[in-house]
């Protein structure tokens, strides 16, 4: 059966049964729909209008203008879709193929690759999956690339599953919050609104979360992001979160708001205790540490009577002490309660100030001179008074 104005250039068992269609050669090819084109091959079939078959192997086009450029299985249902090759070299005819079900999508090459959504996009690899429009994959295995404008570079086991999202690569990522992002690594989650989880991770639990929003975890294993805009630059098992945090080394937990925490390479885990503070659990060196004092940044200033404040430190209880939770030595001072109570300083009677406990010892040192002025006045009278006495007697 011919259709009207159609050809058959050449070949065995050929058929061009739409209207103007066109089988230039090959063997069992079928041009069934107006205008379509079969070049080449074998047992390919352009079942709708103005669809392409250039060559290949079992090769379906479906979609109107749609293309199949040649290799083995593939098929088309898409209006205006493209496969370019690929497809099983062997195999059960009717499987192992790649789909370009989408209007204007596209597949490269691979196999197994299914392309829905309009003008999504599979480059190649095999058994990867588009499912909205403009989503994007580029190739690998078994990635899914299923949020609107989400994309899927390589790797395997991928998924971009948020709207505009991105996972560049690795195994087992997962982007699932609008304009999130994982840059590659295995096993991590960016799971909030442009959230970034930029690599690192690892199975078994052991991945990279960015679940806060605009949250951030550079990499290294187990790290998670929670809070709005927190940040953990690697390491491992940490934890940022409070809005603003920051974690890094081990084991360090910024829990509150603002709050900054550096573990060391110690399997003991640190903590924030409060909003908008900085702990570190190791030692911290630096040539000089400068504590703000200058004028301008003070209000509600009040005299210091140098005198009470020479008291109260004469009657603190000094003692030497280690750290439970790191083993940084020995150390001397007075407890932080019994410092808050002497001078009514600090916030929360849980730590001692340098710029406190620096501005007591001034004024100590100021009582105590004063204290050694006025010794050193009585002993000048009494030496006089003696001078005085010993004339007398010398007379």
Do not use: C
């Given at each position: 059966?011919?259709g009207?104005?159609?050809?058959?250039?050449?070949?065995?068992?050929?058929?061009?049964?739409?209207?103007?269609?066109?089988?230039?050669?090959?063997?069992?090819?079928?041009?069934?729909?107006?205008?379509?084109?079969?070049?080449g091959?074998?047992?390919?079939?352009?079942?709708d209008?103005?669809?392409t078959?250039?060559?290949?192997?079992?090769?379906?086009?479906?979609?109107?203008?749609s293309?199949?450029?040649?290799?083995?299985?593939?098929?088309?249902?898409?209006?205006?879709?493209?496969?370019?090759?690929?497809?099983?070299?062997?195999?059960?005819d009717?499987?192992?193929?790649?789909?370009?079900?989408?209007?204007?999508?596209?597949?490269?090459?691979?196999?197994?690759?299914?392309?829905?959504?309009?003008?999504?996009?599979?480059?190649?690899?095999?058994?990867?999956?588009?499912?909205?429009e403009?989503?994007?994959?580029?190739?690998?295995?078994?990635?899914?690339?299923?949020?609107?404008?989400?994309?899927?570079?390589?790797?395997?086991?991928?998924?971009?599953?948020?709207?505009?999202?991105?996972?560049?690569?690795?195994?087992?990522?997962?982007?699932?919050?609008?304009?999130?992002?994982?840059?590659?690594?295995?096993?991590?989650a960016?799971?909030?609104?442009?959230?970034?989880?930029?690599?690192?991770?690892?199975t078994?639990?052991?991945?990279?979360?960015?679940?806060?929003?605009?949250?951030?975890?550079?990499?290294?294993?187990?790290?998670?992001?929670?809070?709005?805009?927190?940040?953990?630059?690697?390491?491992?098992?940490?934890?940022a979160?409070?809005?603003?945090?920051?974690?890094?080394?081990?084991?360090?937990?910024?829990?509150?708001?603002?709050?900054?925490?550096?573990?060391?390479?110690?399997?003991?885990?640190?903590?924030?205790?409060?909003?908008?503070?900085?702990?570190?659990?190791?030692?911290?060196?630096a040539?000089?540490?400068?504590?703000?004092?200058?004028?301008?940044?003070?209000?509600?200033?009040?005299?210091?009577?140098p005198?009470?404040?020479?008291?109260?430190?004469?009657?603190?209880?000094?003692?030497?002490?280690?750290?439970?939770?790191?083993?940084?030595?020995?150390?001397?001072?007075?407890?932080?309660?019994?410092?808050?109570?002497?001078f009514?300083?600090?916030?929360?009677?849980?730590?001692?100030?340098?710029?406190?406990?620096?501005?007591?010892a001034?004024?100590?040192?100021?009582g105590?001179?004063?204290?050694?002025?006025?010794k050193?006045?009585?002993?000048?009278?009494?030496?006089?008074?003696?001078?005085?006495?010993?004339?007398?007697?010398?007379?």
């Open positions: 059966m011919s009207e104005g159609s050809t058959i250039g050449g070949g065995v068992g050929n058929e061009a049964n739409g209207d103007l269609s066109t089988v230039s050669g090959g063997e069992d090819n079928q041009a069934d729909g107006q205008a379509s084109t079969v070049s091959g074998e047992r390919n079939l352009t079942g209008d103005f669809g078959a250039s060559g290949g192997h079992d090769n379906s086009v479906f979609g109107r203008y293309v199949v450029g040649g290799g083995r299985n593939n098929r088309t249902t898409g209006t205006a879709s493209t496969i370019a090759g690929g497809g099983t070299v062997e195999g059960i009717g499987g192992g193929g790649n789909l370009a079900d989408g209007e204007l999508s596209f597949i490269g090459g691979g196999a197994w690759n299914t392309a829905r959504g309009q003008y999504a996009t599979i480059g190649g690899g095999e058994d990867n999956r588009t499912e909205a403009y989503a994007t994959v580029g190739g690998g295995l078994e990635n899914e690339a299923t949020g609107i404008r989400s994309t899927v570079g390589a790797g395997w086991g991928n998924e971009a599953t948020g709207q505009a999202a991105t996972v560049a690569g690795g195994a087992g990522n997962e982007a699932s919050g609008v304009d999130a992002t994982v840059g590659g690594g295995v096993g991590n960016a799971s909030a609104r442009r959230a970034t989880v930029g690599g690192g991770g690892a078994g639990g052991q991945g990279n979360t960015a679940s806060g929003a605009h949250a951030t975890v550079g990499g290294g294993r187990n790290n998670t992001a929670s809070g709005d805009r927190a940040t953990v630059p690697g390491g491992f098992s940490n934890e979160a409070g809005e603003h945090s920051f974690a890094a080394g081990r084991g360090a937990n910024a829990t509150h708001d603002g709050a900054v925490v550096f573990g060391d390479a110690t399997t003991t885990d640190i903590s924030s205790t409060g909003p908008d503070e900085a702990r570190f659990q190791m030692p911290v060196h040539p000089a540490f400068n504590t703000e004092s200058t004028s301008a940044a003070k209000t509600n200033v009040e005299p210091v009577d005198q009470a404040t020479l008291q109260g430190v004469e009657s603190l209880s000094i003692t030497t002490w280690e750290f439970r939770e790191n083993g940084s030595g020995r150390h001397m001072g007075p407890m932080a309660e019994e410092f808050a109570d002497t009514g300083l600090g916030e929360d009677g849980t730590a001692i100030a340098s710029v406190d406990s620096d501005g007591v001034f004024a100590a040192i100021q105590l001179a004063e204290s050694l002025g006025e050193a006045e009585r002993i000048t009278a009494l030496e006089e008074r003696l001078a005085t006495l010993e004339s007398r007697v010398d007379e």
